[in-house]
Nanobody
Framework: QVQLVESGGGLVQPGGSLRLSCAAS????????MGWYRQAPGKQRELVAA???????NYANSVKGRFTISRDNAKKTVSLQMNSLKPEDTAVYYC????????????WGQGTQVTVSS
């Protein structure tokens, strides 16, 4: 069982920055692939960024060069630094734990709202 709690969302002007954090429970955090997804109104949930147990990262084309995902296994946290934010980045952002390495399910946080508007 993994519990995920996101924080750091809010309202920011275009061009601004936000940092999202996700705190995880459980003893196997370091071996999971962790990710950030987002869902805008009327759209499907989409992958924003992911980071493997080895630190390899993957980003959606729309955020490459602007967002950075990182993890701290000692603190059991994963973060998403978002720079140069655009109105189209507005969405609910969800933290995800992919536990397939132990044949487990996906776990999701409750989501945090990010609104980019002037």
């Amino acid at each position: 069982q993994v519990q995920l709690v996101e924080s750091g969302g809010g309202l920011v002007q275009p061009g601004g920055s936000l940092r999202l954090s996700c705190a995880a429970s459980g003893s196997l955090f370091s071996i999971y692939t962790m990710g950030w997804y987002r869902q805008a109104p009327g759209k499907q949930r989409e992958l924003v960024a992911a980071i493997t147990r080895n630190g390899s990262t993957n980003y959606a084309n729309s955020v490459k060069g602007r967002f950075t995902i990182s993890r701290d296994n000692a603190k059991k946290t994963v973060s998403l630094q978002m720079n140069s934010l655009k109105p189209e980045d507005t969405a609910v952002y969800y933290c995800n734990a992919d536990t397939r390495v132990i044949l487990g399910p996906d776990y999701w946080g409750q989501g945090t709202q990010v609104t980019v508007s002037s």
